[in-house]
């Protein structure tokens, strides 16, 4: 910071649009130096972070704001070995699953299987063609009737073409083992259809911990 304001200073005997660009970085820079807390506690630890949904992580950081989280003055005492694990666990953007029970219990209670309807619909696909005159090449183009199919909830959509499709939620949980290098690792659950029932042997979860497949073939929906 210190050496920045000696800086400033000697910019101020420049002129003109140079003088605006370099004084805009700068001004980022000292912005910059805002965004961390004024945290004064001396031993390892880590922070509690939690974003707009109520997911809480914890984080061995200081930064006000960090990957969509909110820092806040809870925290934890780390040792020396908790505090490598809490770097891999942020590195791999993991979440205690205890500690975000509720949320994740009514986000469960949200996700109800729904069937999703098969639709046609026309399209106008366009054919380039080229043609020369001399020097000159023009590009023009004829279109074409062209039939596609999505997928609808609506079951009244205009053009069903009476295919349908059961979509149902799976979620993932993980746990964290060495390997024989004494490296952290992530180990997946199976897909499930309640993550309570793996959380006691998959502490872990990711934001993403839920994805819909069709039913039928587990196929992943987009």
């Known amino acids: 910071m210190k050496n920045l304001k000696l800086n400033l200073k000697k910019l101020l005997s420049l002129k003109g649009v140079a003088l605006v660009l370099v004084l805009t970085t700068a001004t980022t820079s000292l912005a910059g130096c805002s965004k961390k807390s004024d945290c004064s506690i001396?031993?390892?630890?880590a922070h509690k972070y939690v974003n707009d949904d109520g997911y809480i992580r914890y984080i061995d950081k200081e930064y006000i704001s960090y990957e969509g989280y909110t820092w806040t003055d809870d925290y934890i005492k780390l040792s020396e070995s908790e505090r490598e694990f809490y770097k891999f666990f942020d590195k791999k953007n993991l979440l205690r699953i205890d500690d975000n029970l509720d949320v994740i219990l009514s986000q469960q209670e949200k996700n109800c299987d729904y069937v999703e309807y098969r639709y046609s619909y026309t399209y106008m696909m366009p054919i380039p063609h080229t043609m020369r005159s001399g020097k000159s090449?023009?590009?023009?183009?004829?279109?074409?009737?062209?039939?596609?199919?999505?997928?609808?909830?609506?079951?009244?959509?205009?053009?069903?073409?009476?295919?349908?499709?059961?979509?149902?939620?799976?979620?993932?949980?993980?746990?964290?083992?060495?390997?024989?290098?004494?490296?952290?690792?992530l180990i997946p659950s199976e897909?499930?259809?309640?993550?309570?029932?793996?959380?006691?042997?998959?502490?872990?979860?990711?934001?993403?911990?839920?994805?819909?497949?069709?039913?039928?073939?587990?196929v992943v929906l987009d």
Request: charged share 25%.
């Open 137 to 185: 090449t023009i590009t023009y183009f004829t279109y074409i009737p062209t039939t596609h199919h999505s997928w609808t909830a609506d079951a009244n959509h205009s053009n069903l073409t009476g295919e349908q499709r059961m979509c149902h939620y799976v979620y993932t949980a993980y746990k964290v083992e060495k390997d024989e290098n004494g490296d952290y690792v």
């Open 191 to 218: 897909e499930v259809d309640d993550i309570m029932t793996v959380m006691n042997e998959y502490p872990y979860i990711k934001e993403d911990y839920y994805k819909v497949i069709n039913l039928e073939d587990g």
């Open 42 to 45: 001396d031993i390892n630890h």
